[in-house]
């Protein structure tokens, strides 16, 4: 049966100060009216079932993912004591699934993405199911076909057309780490590159096999933590275990060595049928919105003279008026205001470090 796994471990620092520590940017109506991860849910129904639904969350943000999705069990909301990155994240949610389930296969979606329509998307997954079906063995990606030379996402190389499977599904040549300009521009010439959208689908027992072969020690510590699950004993299993876990994404912990193995070359790639994009950054929004005359992307009440190319983000009934500036992110909040370049995306994360050590946690 086919569970759906949703990674909300992200804090969504780049998209301060509107989100925070215990209500990051999977919490907020960053792309409609609904939260992230509302609409991340709602897009696998009805054909994936709320009792095959399953959230990875943290503790200082799982109360408020409880309460956004009270229709999931609670015992399928499984809270990290301490993030570790996607492979301990997708290695914990397996154990788990496959204590309910031995035959389960995994979706596996970030929280956070920006994916229609849900038809085309309800497609290339179940071409993805069909694949898995035919080989049990494989790991199925989804690539992206890029709309501009990127340097904010990974990529996939296609290779050749795997036989037998459903026609689009292709070998995993290579995955790229995020490029600089120039070779951005080169993948997306080439048109043989996807961007790397971290979206997967796989039985939870195949990937388990695959950590125990590429991060052994990881897998032998989540043995440790399956006899405890839905007993008294699963949080301080938790505890002691999955802190030492080795912080690691799926791509590097497993993926890569998976695509190269020579045992067995079981990662495969389709073509994405659908939109897609990963709001990473204030600097995203454009993309999503149109903008006015002056190239200002608004959200919120505002009114400006001689103002270019600014994204101004403000909620309630606060007014933002701006006269003679351009290129700036403008985000009022009640009890914190960003003004900042847009062109320095990493300075945001610079200030939180700031924000840090100058005792403004609360703002955090």
Sequence with gaps: MLHAVVMSGGSGTRFWPRSRKSRPKQLLALAGKKSMIRETVDRVRPWIAEEQTWVVTNKRQSSATAEELPEIPKTQILVEPQGRNTAPCIGLAAVALLEKDPEAMMLVMPADHVIGPKEKFEAAVLMAVETIEQDPEKFVLFGVPPNYPSTGFGYIERGEPIDGAPEGVYEVASFREKPVQKVAE???????????????????????????????????????????????????????????????????????????????????????????????????????????????????????????????????????????????????????????????????????????????????
């Excluded at 125990?212 to 399956?226: A, N, S, T």
């Excluded at 370049?341 to 945001?348: L, Q």
């Design 186 to 364: 080169e993948y997306l010439a080439k048109g043989s590159f996807y961007w790397n959208c971290g979206i997967f689908v796989w039985r939870a027992d195949k990937i388990l096999a695959a950590l125990k072969r590429f991060e052994p020690e990881m897998h032998e510590r989540l043995q440790k933590i399956k006899p405890s699950f839905e007993t008294p004993q699963w949080h301080n299993q938790l505890q002691i275990e999955f802190p030492l876990m080795r912080s690691v994404s799926i791509d590097v912990g497993v993926l890569e060595k998976a695509a190269t193995d020579e045992a067995g070359r079981n990662v495969a790639v389709i073509e994405a049928p659908f939109e897609w994009d990963d709001l990473g950054s204030w600097q995203s929004l454009p993309r999503r919105f149109e903008q006015d005359e002056e190239g200002n992307t608004v959200q919120g009440h505002y009114c400006g003279l001689e103002t270019k190319n600014c994204i101004i983000s403000s909620q309630d009934d606060h007014l933002i008026a701006t006269i003679g500036v351009e290129d700036l992110i403008i985000v009022h909040t009640p009890d914190a205001t960003l003004v900042a370049r847009k062109d320095d995306e990493n300075a945001i994360r610079q200030l939180i470090e700031k924000l840090g050590e100058n005792d403004y946690g609360k703002y955090l």
